[in-house]
């Protein structure tokens, strides 16, 4: 039986580099073998138990590399083509999927979160899920495209207005796609919130106008609040705490992924006096085109974001510790030496 290594999730807790069964394309499906795939917070919930994931389960849903081997019915793909992977999977049927709300699917399933996906040499995915890598993007590059397509898909949730003042908590490597997007989409004014110095030093050089080291002074600098506030955490302490600095008419969104179980507290009253607008943004819904034309154009840069790339070998170890603050993406490469 043919095999390769990946890391395996067998429960909360547990993750260890295993041989398992090289997954063989099934109809419509082909098998990518994986050249980069990103580490993402989702991956440490899927870690923790607190996402909504069975066991046991190869993680990784950030991916790029090359089509591998065809499945039966396969057309318009061939062995070795450069790719990119939209990792949901829609049913296609239920009432959502038949509204155009692929992302609230009553079968929802995504490669990496509920099926087996990319911290592996090959993951096996329906052949409609892929997108060719552009000749000028490399695969470090394509591993982006993911999760700058959530970032698409807030943006299209959001609707900034041009000129609007953004408030970003957060500026890990989805707050700073996020905030690359925020000041090419129209703000007038970008604002970055992180507890790292050298996280918002990134801030800076992608284009925060200002940024603050916690929110000390930011009430007394901005006491009219902000049009739009982000929180890109998902610390529950940070989302509770956003809310003081929403203006009136201001829209909040809930970027980050908070655990499953948290509670926030926030005003009704205020939500009402306010005229505030709450949004939610799950993943993506068809955003992997734009996603893929923004860093092809450079319009959002994804280079400055990457840390570090570490083996296939090192990532459960490197999973398993609390994650080092001072890394920004970091890549696996099931290839690396
Ligand atoms: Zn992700
Ligand atoms: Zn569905």
Redesign the pocket.
Known sequence: MKTMRAAVIEGPHKITLQEVPYPTPGPGQVVVKVEACGICGTDYHILEGDFLSPYPLIPGHEFSGTVYELGEGVENWQVGERVAVDPSV?????????SNQ?N?????NAVGVTLNGAFAEYVAVPAKNLYRLPENMNFQQGAFVEPLSCVVYAMRRLNIRFGDKVLLFGAGPMGLLLLQAVVKGGASEAVVVDLAEDKLAKARQLGAHKTFLGTAGLQEAYPLGFDIVIDATGVPAVIENMFRFAGNRAKIMQFGCAPKDAKVSVSPFDIYNKDWEILGTMALLFTFHPAVNLLKNGVVVADPLTTREISLDEFPAYLSQPKDSKDLKVLVCPWKK
Do not use: S
Request: glycine share 14%; proline share 0%; aromatic share 26%.
């Open positions: 829609y049913c296609g049927e239920c009432y959502y999927c038949l692929g609230m699917c009553q079968k929802w």
